[in-house]
DNA sequence: AAATAATTGTTAATAAAATAACATTGTTAT
DNA sequence: ATAACAATGTTATTTTATTAACAATTATTT
């Protein structure tokens, strides 16, 4: 029999949409809103209001009929789902542009969840504090990794740095990695591994525009 | 009968793919190869050979038995199906950290897609040039966006500022968007509209590393 | 020349995700 | 009281995406 606290087998689509989930009923909570209806959450996240039930049934969270969601109640169970108990440490390697600015855009959002170092190869970067966020020597990966027990890292490196990062950030004992480069990087099935490239996200963006455009002219072959 | 020029059924999926056969492509290109096996290419992409052979068999493209596929060839097919002839105009509003973190990245990298124009508020960016990028007054976003025939927009503007950033976007005649800011904007239908949180992604990752660690210790309820 | 191996291209099967259908339950209006 | 309504929760169906199976082709080896 299933039991109820068993999430192990949440599809992953979901995964992603409760984290969404949460990030609105945040936003939902600190404007004084106490609970909240399938329809409203749906509307907010450009989805149908029977995909968020599902979703909340699936995590096994009942509403009540006239008022909806306690949205306190959601943002915790979410939380049990997502969060770790302990929180997980992560690291963030390569403090350029982008990694300055995923710093500054984190900083205190998720208390379970927290950038605690910061690596860099520039003389410059090294011993400075980003947001309260340290940045030492890459040559202290593995030290600092396994002396603070960080599980997590997010990769801005140069791309032709980025796979030689990526060796020594799973050598140091690294479970979970998100690659910003446009390289993609191989790491061992243990580690858990998300890419994300904006280029294939706006060339996307660029091939619907083109489509819409051909449509509206009447054109339907390339 | 299907027309072989006809690229309006290809799979989601299948665009952010070829979008990403092409980056890896241009790779090898740029390594001197001339032809690469769907084997070569699945290992890049952490995907299956049969999964990138049957993305290509949806474009219409065959390789050759024991070379594998032309990349020259096929580098031009997918920018066939993803690039419009013309070529298409982005603008990026809000050239803050991000802002500049996308336009520094993106620079040069596409040729039949260029980032044209940025806009801000603050009187200290606007005048200035970012990689080529000029800032304009964000009071000047619809008279730019008409006059060039700007048709992609990247939002980066503080969240507060989002959803106004977007009504004015649209009404400029913004046909894609890509927002980045972590509120969700609305778009009429016709406004082809991507939303990207790195919260949500650190999140996933963050949901998974604990899974296999809780695997690990053999517990499989929360 | 035959057997073997490596690869493509395509169809068939499976799996994952989204959507639709609908029963159920309180609430409000008549 | 009863009907109409507006929600939730769940099962069934459909759609989308991935994976498996395998025939066809050509180079290489025996
Ligand atoms: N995925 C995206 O959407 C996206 C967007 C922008 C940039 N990028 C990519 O992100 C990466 C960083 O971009 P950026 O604009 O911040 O570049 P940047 O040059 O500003 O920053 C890179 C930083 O990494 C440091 N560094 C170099 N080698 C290192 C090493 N081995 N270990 C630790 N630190 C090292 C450099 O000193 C520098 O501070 C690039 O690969 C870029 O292509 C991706
Ligand atoms: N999606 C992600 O992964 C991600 C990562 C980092 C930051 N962010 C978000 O991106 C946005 C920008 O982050 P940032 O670190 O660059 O912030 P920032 O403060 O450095 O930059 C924002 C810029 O927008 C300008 N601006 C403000 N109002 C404007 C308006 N109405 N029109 C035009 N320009 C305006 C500001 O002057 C500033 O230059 C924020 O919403 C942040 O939450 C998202």
Do not use: W
């Amino acid at each position: 029999m299933e039991d109820r606290g068993t999430f192990d087998h949440l599809p992953h689509k979901t995964i992603a949409r409760l984290s969404q989930y949460r990030r609105a009923l945040l936003l939902c909570l600190s404007r004084g809103k106490s609970h909240i209806f399938s329809h409203e959450i749906a509307t907010i996240q450009h989805i149908t209001p029977v995909q968020v039930r599902r979703d909340l049934m699936l995590i096994g969270y009942s509403g009540t009929l006239r008022k909806g969601y306690n949205i306190k109640e959601l943002i915790s169970l979410i939380g049990n789902i997502i969060d770790s108990e302990e929180g997980l440490k992560v690291a963030i390697v390569g403090m350029g542009n982008l990694g300055r600015a995923l710093i500054n855009y984190f900083s205190g959002k998720r208390h379970k969840l927290s950038i605690i170092a910061g690596f860099d190869t520039n003389p410059d970067k090294i011993g400075n504090t980003m947001n309260g966020v340290p940045c030492y020597s890459a040559t202290r990966m593995r030290e600092i990794i396994e002396k603070e027990g960080i599980q997590i890292a997010i990769i801005t490196v140069p791309a032709e740095n980025a796979s030689q990062t990526a060796n020594e950030l799973v050598a140091a004992g690294i479970k979970g990695l998100l690659n910003y480069t446009p390289k993609p990087i191989d790491v061992p099935e243990y580690v858990y591994l998300e890419e994300y490239d904006m280029i294939t996200t706006l060339e996307k963006v660029a091939f619907y525009v083109k489509m819409k455009t051909l449509e509206e002219k009447g054109i339907t072959t390339i």
